[in-house]
């Protein structure tokens, strides 16, 4: 959880903002299927609801009230993952920034599946 102060006060934005701002930002970029989770049953890595896009994400918060944000997705077939990977990047900071004031100092992307089809 991050605590910004101001003159009036102080806001706190826990962890799950930032989970489901950045999968949702992550979910509309070009080339991306999903957000993606890995069953601990079967080991096998499984494209999430829409309503679920923040548990393919992980949020790491610093010191210097910054935060790093780590990315399981899925892709569609054919595109081409560096490209996808920098728009995803690109996005996500620009979103988590512009929407909770908060620095990002890292966005990993993990491209965990390919959807043929």
Do not use: P, W
């Not at 991306?32 to 601990?40: D, F, H, I, L, N």
């Amino acid at each position: 959880m991050i605590r910004q102060n101001n003159e009036n006060g102080s806001v706190n934005i826990s962890t799950g903002v930032y989970t489901e701002i950045a999968g949702t930002a992550a979910s509309n970029c070009f080339g991306v299927k999903g957000m993606a989770a890995r069953s601990v049953k079967d080991g096998v890595y499984h494209l999430l609801r829409v309503e679920s896009a923040g548990k393919g994400v992980h949020v790491e918060f610093h010191e210097d009230d910054t935060i790093s944000i780590d990315l399981h997705i899925m892709v569609d077939n054919g595109v081409n993952l560096a490209a996808v990977g920098a728009s995803i990047i690109s996005e996500v900071r620009y979103v988590v920034t512009k929407c909770t004031g908060t620095e990002v100092r890292a966005v990993n992307v993990y491209i965990d599946s390919m959807m043929i089809g």
